[in-house]
């Protein structure tokens, strides 16, 4: 049996990679698909529900997928420094590959909006941290404009490989299901994930659809077919930071999930693509909600993820119950990213209190003989 070595050698035959690239990896991908089982809704409607824990990546979020490739690019490019505009995830992400290349970080986060994981990733894999007295979009913008003026390589997803290492995604869901799932539900952010899932599903279907430009000469595709189906994109996002529901970019987003407090998605034309032509659709939750589904999935399934990724399976709750996904449906739910990314939240809305006793047996006795059901 041969180990398992990363996204890249395993899908290298439909990567934009050449085999003289040295590869930046950390083991990244191969992350597993757990069926959903305790969740009443979901069974009486006979749905078959699984969710991609993407937090179970070596950085605890699915940019791994993308950075792999990113970096890998970028080093054989002869780069030396990369950056990226963040909300905390793909700083971590682009921390790690940049410390396992030899080569210089450079993260934009918004001041104070950064989940206390992810920063602590970042500072600790010796990336340099510039923290800016604005959001996201504010980053974002400066990351393109200073990386016109300095030698560094943009890492953020309108660099297009790294929507190639997201795709691979998809092919583990097909590969591991044996098909493509009906609906496929995802938080949106930037909206490059959800664009890159199309991208690997259509691929996987031997179907081409848009995918964000390459250089001259370069195919990434390999269109054999694997599925004769495309699932339904579902994209969800936070109501205070809803421009695919709003028609319109948001400025001032503002949401508990900050992983995707972001009004100005980079991937706007993909995503809306992606949800056209796969007859999908946007919806959006509330603040609420996203952390009322973090808290089922945690208490019934003892699945831990980051508030961002729970509105993925929010969505799939809230169109299950209303039929719009149809009954007998096998359905995927991405869980973007890990909840020990964002221990405060979950600490603020932990409903059972810690009880504290003396360390006597009697207390702790009584502790457990008032609490058990
Ligand atoms: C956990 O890290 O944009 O729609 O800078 O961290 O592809 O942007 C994070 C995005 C969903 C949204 N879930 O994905 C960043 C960043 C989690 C995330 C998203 C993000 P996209």
């Known amino acids: 049996m041969a180990i398992y070595t990363g996204l890249i050698d395993h899908y290298r035959a439909r990567l934009p990679i050449d085999d003289d690239m040295q590869v930046i990896s950390l083991v990244e991908g191969r992350t597993a698909l757990i069926r959903l089982n305790n969740i009443p809704l979901i069974i009486d409607k006979g749905i078959e529900l699984y969710v991609k824990f993407e937090g179970l990546n070596p950085t605890g ?12 690019r970028a080093v054989s490019e002869g780069s030396r420094a990369i950056i990226c505009a963040s909300t905390g995830n793909t700083s971590a992400s682009a921390a790690a590959y940049a410390a396992r290349a030899g080569i210089t970080a450079f993260v934009l986060i918004p001041e104070g ?24 979009d504010d980053g974002m913008r400066l990351v393109k404009e200073v990386a016109a003026e300095a030698p560094v390589s943009i890492v953020n997803s309108i660099n297009p490989y790294r929507l190639q290492g997201q ?39 031997g179907e081409k659809t848009r995918v964000l430009a390459f250089a001259e000469g370069e195919c990434p595709y390999n269109c054999e077919k694997q599925t004769d189906t495309r699932p339904k994109m579902l994209g969800y996002q936070a109501s205070g930071a809803a421009p695919f529901l709003r028609g319109a970019f948001v400025d001032g987003p503002e949401t508990v999930a900050t992983a995707i407090r972001i009004g100005h998605p980079q991937s706007w034309d993909l995503a ?22 973090q808290k089922l999935l945690a208490e019934k399934e003892g699945i831990f993820c980051e508030p961002a990724s729970a509105i993925s399976l929010a969505g799939a709750l809230r169109d299950i119950r209303s039929g719009r996904i149809e009954k007998q449906s096998c359905v995927t739910c991405t869980l973007t990213g890990h909840g020990l990314k964002d221990p405060d939240t979950a600490i603020q809305q932990s409903s059972a209190p810690v009880i ?18």
């Open 61 to 72: 979020s699915f940019k791994d997928r993308g950075m792999t490739m990113a970096v890998t």
């Open 167 to 205: 795709k691979t995604a998809a092919f583990e869901i097909v590969d591991e299901l044996g098909r493509a799932p009906d609906y496929h539900c995802l938080p949106v952010g930037n909206a490059g994930n959800i664009s890159a899932y199309w991208i690997g599903y259509s691929e996987y279907a």
């Open 356 to 373: 504290k006793t003396a360390a006597s047996l009697e207390q702790v006795k009584r502790a457990i003989l008032d609490n058990i059901s």
């Open 113 to 136: 909006k950064i989940a206390l994981g992810k920063l602590a990733q970042a500072m600790m894999k010796g990336a340099v941290v510039i923290q800016i007295e604005g959001n996201y």
């Open 272 to 293: 809306w693509h992606a949800s056209r032509e796969s007859g999908g659709w946007f919806d959006e939750f509330s603040d609420e909600e996203i952390l009322a589904t």
